[in-house]
């Protein structure tokens, strides 16, 4: 007995060191964003609120909050419904040999470091710009062209965790109740797939919004995203601004969890 | 409601043949269990009347439509799914008015003909609950409203006891049949477990290796086997080896000479007794065997024989107390008897006798 009690207590210190670790830097963004003085040191001199208006005043943090959000919804609009077409052709379409590779391609995006994969489409839209004789890069359609992928393969992996759960069987029984097969996926199938398309939707929303690597590159003047935002400032000024931020950030992406798992339960599903 | 007539439906996959020209006529308000072990291709046909698995080669009709082509939903059948099946995002009111919404029936009639199903499936009160809520019964029978509200023109059931315990299954297996004759459905009822089949049905078909073995009903069957895998596969059988020798006589393969029905059989070479068709006595007239063992189940009696190296199995009502036979023990001579005319001579296929597997 002495044994199982050492090993609880030893299993309650590992979580409660895991918890830590995850949410110390969290924490400490969040404290530090009401710290008085400019220069971070402990222990503070003061608590203030004064960064967040100084964030507020900051126009280009307000301008790239505007741009992430858009290209974010814009992103997840595009990528979410590209990604659960793939994700049921993988699971249901005959693509033979066909199958392996198509899975690799849409899970690769994942696999390339975003640095690599930004430098790769900059090159490719200065390459199209001069096809299609337009501006690309710093344009929102090539910044939401650009998050797509980073949508697509989260997507498509939700997606299929939740079509292998599926019972086909309901799809049959719609079926044979007379539901012709367009019906079948609005009433049956596209329903019992709606925890993992709404957790696409989060994940989706969350790669886009807090991309810096892919992004850096795609930015134009008066495009900016709010991480690209962020990294300008840091290379002028370091101060709590950027704490309060992203504090900002951090609640934002919280409520954002915490409304969908009012929907679906996130645990279920991830 | 209609009749349902399979015209050598068959199913070929590239290395195996799943269902071979399977025949099949089922007469308007008839109930025919399609019986057999697993991958007889009893669901594969069954399947292939819904809708879901196309035929390979021949047809299927529907109340005297050919739907051999048609896509499931315009087919006319309900079915009920071993899982059940149930829409888990919808009540069970949605779930059961799902197939009336398909057929653009009127708001009024659908929520009457709904409210009608639910009090028939027993689930009056339910309507607004989700499947999960309720018990493995209780869905069982959302799927049994769920089919029959739309009136099917064939009523289709792949096992659909097979998830429910023992007590509740000899309850629904009641339920289902008193429906099925008051409704007057034409059913099509797959299933492995033949005791399911012979209450319920009024025939039988037994499959298998995809092949159809015997179609009547339960008694046909039992005492007219067509060979000696529907012997062995419905109730319980002696099933021997051996040669026939004239005028009614067989040669086991241990060299037992047994009596037989003295016709001229056809190329039989398994006799077939069953073994509560043959008695046990300590005197009288018998063959004269050796008691291996003596198995007491209450209400009957198994008696294990050895006749001259032939093993036979025997069943009869246990013996009232105070009879000599109630005293056997394993090694004591006794006589056994039979008519000659409850053993048949039966063809049989290799793989159809039970040590044909040795």
């Known amino acids: 007995m002495a044994g199982s009690r050492l090993q609880r207590a030893a299993f309650g210190v590992a979580v409660t060191g895991a918890y830590g670790l995850i949410l110390a830097p969290v924490l400490a963004v969040i404290v530090i964003s009401v710290f008085a003085q400019e220069i971070v040191s402990f222990p503070p001199t003061g608590f203030s609120l004064a960064w967040y208006a100084n964030a507020w005043e900051k126009r280009e943090f307000a301008r790239g909050f505007a741009t992430s959000l858009q290209l974010a919804l814009a992103a997840t609009a595009i990528g979410v419904p590209l990604g659960t077409a793939a994700a049921l052709a993988l699971a249901r379409a005959r693509l033979g040999g066909l199958r392996g590779a198509l899975n690799t391609l849409l899970l690769g995006p994942l696999a390339v470091p975003g640095v690599v994969a930004g430098t790769a489409l900059y090159l490719f839209y200065v390459r199209a710009e001069f096809w299609v004789d337009d501006d690309i890069k710093g344009t929102l359609p090539g910044l939401v062209a650009a998050h797509v992928l980073l949508t697509i393969p989260w997507t498509v992996r939700l997606v299929l965790a939740s079509l292998q759960g599926l019972d086909r069987a309901a799809e049959e029984a719609a079926a044979n109740l007379g539901a012709r097969p367009f019906t079948v996926f609005r009433r049956i199938t596209l329903p019992m797939l709606r925890p993992g398309v709404v957790a696409a939707c989060l994940f989706s929303f969350i790669q886009s919004f807090e991309n810096l690597e892919l992004t850096l590159l795609l930015v134009g003047p008066g495009r900016t995203t709010l991480p ?43 | 409601m209609g009749t349902l007539t399979l015209d050598a439906i068959s199913r070929r996959y590239a290395t195996t043949i799943a269902v071979e020209r399977v025949d099949l006529d089922v007469a308007q308000g008839e109930f025919v269990a399609l019986l057999g072990p697993s991958g007889c291709g009893k669901t594969t046909t069954l399947r292939m009347v819904a809708g879901f698995v196309p035929p390979s080669s ?16 315009g087919r ?45 499936a027993r689930l009056d009160g339910l309507a607004d609950r989700l499947p999960r809520q ?84 339960a008694e046909a069957l039992y005492e007219r086997p067509a060979d000696a895998f529907v012997a062995g596969f419905i109730g319980r059988c002696n099933l021997l080896r051996g040669t026939p020798e004239a005028p009614g006589q067989f040669r086991t393969a241990t060299g037992a000479l047994l009596p037989r029905l003295p016709l001229a059989a056809p190329a039989g070479s398994v006799l077939a007794l069953r073994p509560e068709r043959i008695t046990v006595a300590t005197e009288g007239t018998g063959l004269p065997a050796r008691l291996m063992a003596v198995t007491y189940l209450g209400a009957q009696t198994e008696y294990h024989l050895d006749l001259a190296g032939t093993r036979l199995l025997a069943i009869a009502p246990t013996p009232a107390e105070g009879d000599p036979r109630r005293a056997l023990a394993p090694g004591d001579a006794v006589l056994a008897h039979w008519d000659p005319a409850e053993a048949r001579l039966l063809p049989a296929e290799p793989g159809d006798l039970p040590d044909d597997a040795t």
């Open chain 2, 58 to 73: 021949g047809r299927i009709l529907i109340a005297g439509r050919d739907v051999t082509k048609a896509p499931p939903h």
């Open chain 2, 134 to 217: 309720l018990s493995g019964g209780q869905q069982q029978r959302v799927a049994l409203a769920r089919a029959l509200v739309v009136n099917p023109a064939v009523f289709l059931l792949d096992e659909p006891l097979s998830n429910l315990d023992a007590k509740l299954r000899a309850e629904v297996r009641i339920e289902i049949r008193a429906l099925q004759q008051r409704l007057g459905l034409t059913t099509l009822f797959v299933t492995h477990d033949q005791e399911e089949a012979l209450t319920m049905a009024d025939r039988l078909v037994v499959m298998e290796r995809g092949r159809v073995r015997q179609i009547g009903t």
């Open chain 2, 76 to 120: 006319d059948t309900g079915m009920v799914f071993q899982s059940y099946a149930l829409f888990p995002h919808m009540t069970v009111g949605e779930n059961v008015a799902f197939g009336l919404e398909m057929r653009k029936v009127a708001r009024a009639e659908r929520d009457a003909r709904v409210r009608e199903a639910l009090r028939l």
């Open chain 1, 228 to 270: 690209v935002a962020m990294l300008n400032y840091l290379e002028f000024r370091v101060d709590p601004t950027l704490a309060a931020v992203a504090t900002v950030q951090i609640a934002l992406v919280g409520a954002l969890m915490l409304i969908t798992d009012r929907f679906v339960s996130l645990s279920r599903v991830v």
